[in-house]
């Protein structure tokens, strides 16, 4: 999906657990972030929950694969 969204101009970012996705959004205001439900070292309602806890203002698309 990062690969796509570069190609068509749009800047992303790939985090592979719950600690880098926090991480990332304490560094940098996002837009959108597609959220995928199982995560190394987390499950991404985690993640979710720490977004609305913390009052991130941004979009999100929950995955599950």
Do not use: R
């Not at 992303?12 to 070292?41: F, N, R, W």
């Not at 309602?45 to 694969?65: C, R, Y």
């Amino acid at each position: 999906i990062q690969l796509l969204l570069n190609s068509i101009g749009l800047q992303s970012l790939a985090v592979h657990s719950v600690a880098d996705a926090k991480q990332a959004l304490l560094e940098k205001k996002y837009a959108l972030i597609l959220l995928d439900l199982s995560m190394p070292g987390g499950e991404g309602t985690e993640l979710l929950q720490h977004i609305n806890d913390k009052k991130i203002e941004l979009k999100v698309i929950v995955v599950s694969g």
